[in-house]
């Protein structure tokens, strides 16, 4: 199996990255320069604005207020729901038919 692997960038290096598209220059010759995808470099610079000083805070990432980190806790905890409902659902099917199949005999 060929696994990449995945290149970490600190917040210093980000934030020059950012400063590079903050002085005129385009994402995309950024990134071609700093040989970086250009859409990563668009999502830094956003990221950025969005943020400002709490940007790339924890292992490169924004620091989430905590109105975003409930959002992303209930996110979490929906898809888990989610996933318990369709399990629930296949074994009421399951538990369907045996009962039919064993009602018929």
């Not at 600190?10 to 903050?22: A, G, P, Q, S």
Request: proline share 0%; with cysteine; net charge positive.
């Amino acid at each position: 199996m060929n696994k990449r692997k995945r290149t970490v960038y600190d917040r210093e290096f980000k934030l020059m990255v950012i400063n590079l598209c903050l002085s005129g220059k385009s994402a995309s010759s950024v990134a071609a320069e700093m040989d970086l995808d250009k859409s990563m470099v668009r999502r830094w610079v956003r990221e950025h604005n969005k943020y400002q000083d709490n940007s790339f805070q924890v292992n490169g990432n924004a620091v989430m207020t905590d109105s975003e980190q409930e959002i992303a806790r209930l996110k979490q905890e929906l898809k888990q729901v989610k996933i318990e409902r369709d399990i629930l659902k296949k074994a009421v099917g399951i538990f369907s038919k045996s009962d039919s199949i064993n009602m018929n005999s």
